[in-house]
């Protein structure tokens, strides 16, 4: 008999006013006996909606079918079809708008916890040292993967798995793309990162790091060491800014500069060789994700006061519920209708504070969000000494203006079809290179995409 309990089993997690100083875990994941009472929730439906909801097509009624029987190993199996990076998902993807949207049981009570299902079978997985990875026999072709962010290890597993030759390119010292640089690791350890990718190479996929794709080889150049296809899920790692006055002033950071210092090199340890600044009062313009992110760490580094300056509604916040939610728990104090106009500095540069206008909403805007119009004369400054900007992010450039015949779109996002076919024969493309900054999931779903259109072009070719 299913468990009709009308609500999804909580998430045991670290209490706000400890786990806002210091860098753990937030979430502490389900115990085998929750995960099973939660599985039993599922009513393992014959048309399986969520299916449908999630972008890499993991069989989630079969999995949450083991997971209820208490076979995990088999659980994971099922997933590790569909997925690389399960523990990653099931900590990152945003499930809510996604799989359980789609749920029946969430038409009337809550959906089925099909995150912490996911993250409770792969943690589980990854928590056995005996865990074997088969190696699939080498059918003799090459491909080159230009980034080791979500999208280029989903792209390199899936073709592992087929038998290519795969080495992953990737710029940074470290494998992981966004996922080491991008996401706390207060939402996503680090360790959890290494391990998925342990498992990829376990598969025999090749990672060659410091390798800045553009500048130390050209696409051109990996073609002609004999890789029939290449993937490109660069990612989109350039910064954009407000253009208000004070932008440049010590103390103030792009998200990706300090969410980078932060996570990958862990300037919040004191024996970091990167420090960043403890800052007593902080100003994070921004509603998305990145923007919780940042401002969460700020407050972890041992910020007086943080605030989150979004120039929209609550209601138009495109953060997570869940980010926004554990923001507030955390002491995050949330300016929201506001918009900087200029930060302020002293003699020297330091920054002393930001302006700020009060805005309205008007009507709606081409995203169909109501657009953020000003208030006249309700200007007023925030005693702030130091500013994070998490407004967006675009592609980088390199790649694109060192590639002849590879076509870009206005905002320097790569141009791919819907297989991840770009505007040169054998070069694909997904993620955040061509949607621009998006979910950990959706560039997965690329990945995926474009590993199967690989696989046609080079089988196709005898």
Request: aromatic share 6%.
């Amino acid at each position: 008999m299913p468990n009709m309990s009308p609500n999804k089993h909580p998430m045991p997690s670290q209490d706000p006013m400890v786990r806002n100083r210091n860098f753990k875990e937030v979430a502490l994941g389900y115990t085998a006996e929750i995960a099973v009472e939660e599985a039993e929730r599922c009513l393992n439906c014959k048309n399986r909606p969520c299916v449908g909801g999630c972008p890499v097509q993991i069989r989630i009624p079969d999995f949450i079918q083991e997971v209820a029987k208490g076979n995990f190993d088999g659980a994971y199996d099922i997933i590790a079809e569909s997925s690389s990076l399960p523990a990653v998902c099931g900590r990152v993807c945003p499930q809510e708008t996604q799989c359980e949207s789609k749920c029946v049981r969430g038409i009337k009570t809550e959906p089925v916890a099909i995150g912490r299902l996911e993250r409770f079978v792969a943690d589980y997985h990854n928590a056995k040292e005996d865990a074997v990875v088969a190696r699939p026999e080498p059918n003799g072709h090459k491909v080159a993967v230009v980034g080791s962010g979500p999208s280029g290890l989903t792209c390199a597993g899936d073709l592992a798995k087929k038998g290519y030759d795969v080495t992953v390119f990737e710029a940074l010292h470290v494998a992981g793309g966004v996922l080491v640089y991008g996401i706390p690791e207060f939402r996503l350890p680090k360790a959890i990162v290494s391990k998925e990718v342990d498992t990829l190479k376990k598969l025999g996929v090749k990672i060659e790091t410091n390798m800045v794709i553009g500048k130390i080889l050209s696409i051109d150049e990996l073609l002609e060491n004999g890789f029939e296809a290449i993937f490109i899920g660069s990612g989109a790692g350039l910064p954009r800014f407000m253009n208000i006055p004070g932008e440049n002033l010590k103390g103030v950071y792009s998200a990706n500069e300090f969410l980078t210092r932060v996570n990958l090199m862990k300037a919040y340890q004191d024996t970091s060789t990167t420090p960043i600044m403890h800052a007593r009062k902080v100003a994070v313009v921004g509603g998305g994700n990145v923007a919780m992110d940042a401002a969460r760490s700020a407050m972890r580094l041992g910020a007086e006061k943080v605030y989150v300056v979004y120039r929209r509604s609550e209601e138009e916040l495109p953060a997570r519920r869940e980010e926004f939610e554990h923001a507030k728990e955390e002491g995050i104090d949330f300016r929201l209708l506001n918009n900087p106009t200029e930060i302020l500095s002293d003699d020297s540069g330091n920054v002393i504070g930001m302006t700020c206008i009060r805005m309205e909403l008007g009507e709606p805007d081409a995203s169909g969000r109501r657009r953020p119009v000003e208030v006249p004369g309700s200007e007023f400054t925030l005693d702030v000494d130091c500013v994070i900007i998490a407004i967006g992010t675009s592609p980088n450039p390199l790649i694109s203006s060192t590639t002849e015949g590879l076509a870009t779109e206005r905002h320097g996002c790569l141009v791919a079809d819907e297989n991840g076919l770009t505007s040169r024969t054998a070069i694909y493309a997904g993620g955040d290179a061509v949607t621009g900054a998006a979910t950990v999931i959706l560039a997965m779903g690329a990945g995926k995409t474009a590993a199967k259109s690989i696989d046609e072009y080079i089988q196709s070719k005898g």
